[in-house]
């Protein structure tokens, strides 16, 4: 099984957050006009940069993760399942931020330990299979807001994010996405509306440096990942 870090987005908090599809696209070369078409392939990857993440003295905890998550990943070798905020698009049926409840299994049991389960706000299922490099997706809403477009979602780490709207039949809208799909999606497929994830390399070695000061007894790193998609190709 593939071993793969998940980042603790609330303990090792960024202040700024950037993710953003790196779309490829190719050109057919200017025209006597001196226009260059271009044209949008069906590939393209995530580029997702966290800045600022507080670390501070006081918290060992924050440390200790921090170098620990260095090791495991070992450069850009590792395989890191990263948090993607998406409370601003999120559809989310009050149109305002819904937090994620706990609740028992349908037996009414809780985990060993007494912990309850984490249920998302948001409710969406794939409708029928959406296979491997699709770019378009068929979803049914169970529970939800009114507007999809602009939404972000995950299936298995992989991220997605919703264009505008091709049709909507009753509860099944069928919207564009990007990137393409990277893994078969299969049908009833439970989505990841709430906290989505994507799956990534640290875009450098040395990505996870970090600085100890004595003085302001805090430190704000910057690390930047970039979508594993050797690790999609090589489902393929």
């Known amino acids: 099984m593939?071993?793969?870090?998940?980042?603790?987005?609330?303990?090792?908090?960024?202040?700024?957050?950037?993710?953003?599809v790196v779309a490829f696209t190719r050109s057919g070369g200017r025209s006597l006009g001196g226009v260059e078409p271009v044209v949008r392939t069906d590939l393209g990857y995530w580029a997702i940069d966290y800045s600022g993440v507080v670390i501070q003295n006081r918290y060992r905890d924050q440390w200790r993760t921090w170098q620990a998550i260095r090791q495991k990943l070992g450069g850009r070798a590792g395989l890191v399942a990263v948090r993607v905020p998406s409370s601003l698009t999120a559809p989310y049926v009050s149109d305002h931020f819904e937090p994620m409840t706990e609740v028992p299994h349908d037996d009414d049991m809780p985990f060993d330990d007494d912990a309850e389960y984490a249920q998302g706000a948001i409710s969406i299922l794939s409708e029928g299979v959406t296979p491997i490099s699709s770019t378009s997706i068929a979803l049914r809403v169970v529970n939800a807001g009114s507007d999809l477009v602009g939404a972000r979602f995950s299936y298995n780490h992989a991220l997605y994010e919703i264009g505008p709207v091709i049709s909507i039949d009753g509860d099944v809208w069928t919207v564009p996405i990007s990137p393409s799909?990277?893994?078969?999606?299969?049908?009833?497929?439970?989505?990841?509306?709430?906290?989505?994830?994507?799956?990534?390399?640290?875009?450098?070695?040395?990505?996870m440096d970090v600085v100890q000061d004595a003085i302001a007894k805090s430190t704000k790193p910057n690390i930047s990942f970039i979508e594993a998609t050797d690790y999609w190709n090589s489902l393929i």
């Not at 593939?2 to 950037?18: F, K, R």
Request: proline share 9%.
């Open 181 to 207: 799909v990277r893994e078969l999606i299969p049908g009833g497929a439970a989505l990841e509306f709430d906290q989505p994830t994507c799956l990534c390399h640290l875009a450098e070695d040395r990505g």
């Open 2 to 20: 593939v071993d793969i870090v998940e980042w603790p987005l609330c303990l090792l908090t960024p202040s700024q957050v950037q993710a953003n």
